[in-house]
């Protein structure tokens, strides 16, 4: 049998299979790490956390390891929300457990959980400011403080990537640049979004769900005093 040499480590799945059917001993025993990363998308800087799967073990005795990564995920909604992205992590490393396992390959099917996030974030609690969400916003202004919101509404194009394929969406976004306690942050959700190729079909009722959402924000925040300008997407 062919030896796997130093210089082409296996570094996806694919070659982990391929070895496995060509009569090699492979041992897969998976971990995982959940990284925070500083994204820039145009004049937005955020923080998001990616999980990664570190695949190791051995191969007819020789120690091999490669990453994956499965998700990224957000505590404050710029991108899919954390908890989100857990599960869209352990739908797709489900799917590479069973490929393995298909072909022969013995693998601790472990998953991501939530007790993992939980752990980061005590790990980096006292490295990082806490991150605030619109509603935390909401509530310190109940509260008393002042809070002023400027809102920017944009449509957003974007190409979402799956295993086989690419999906251009239209994201309806819209950035609250929020003003309290004397510091500014920009803070962005995604109300609605709808498949560019059918733009004339669904934008319209997109745009009514988009409105409803922001209506539903805008009340809470005449409940709480916030200072705002109202804005629709038209």
């Known amino acids: ?13 694919t070659d982990l299979i391929a070895l496995k059917m060509r009569g090699f001993e492979v041992v897969c025993n998976p971990s995982f790490e959940i990284l925070p990363v500083d994204f820039a998308q145009r004049d937005n800087k955020y923080l998001a956390y990616v999980f990664l799967c570190r695949f190791k073990g051995l191969i007819n005795g020789e120690e091999y390891m490669f990453r994956k990564c499965y998700a990224r995920g957000c505590p404050h909604n710029l991108c899919p929300h954390v908890s989100q992205a857990i599960m869209i992590a352990n739908r797709y490393l489900q799917r590479d457990y069973k490929r393995l396992t298909d072909a022969g390959v013995q693998v601790d099917m472990r998953l991501f959980t939530l007790e993992d996030m939980v752990v980061k974030f005590d790990e980096m609690k006292e490295e990082h400011e806490p991150l605030l969400a619109i509603h935390d916003y909401i509530n310190l ?15 957003v194009p974007g ?13 309806l976004m819209v950035t609250f640049t929020v003003t309290s306690l004397g510091k500014t942050h920009p803070y962005e ?40 300008t109202k804005r629709f997407f038209s």
């Open 189 to 228: 959700r995604c109300l609605a979004c709808y498949e560019a190729d059918k733009e004339q079909d669904e934008k319209p009722g997109r745009i009514d769900v988009a409105n409803e959402r922001l209506a539903l924000l805008y009340d809470e925040f005449d409940q709480a005093a916030v200072k705002y």
């Open 159 to 171: 190409v979402e990537h799956f295993a086989n394929y690419t999906n251009k969406q239209v994201f």
């Open 1 to 13: 049998m062919e030896a796997v040499t130093t210089h082409k480590p296996p570094n996806r799945i």
């Open 141 to 155: 202004a109940r509260e008393g403080n002042e809070v002023e919101v400027a809102i920017d509404l944009e449509f």
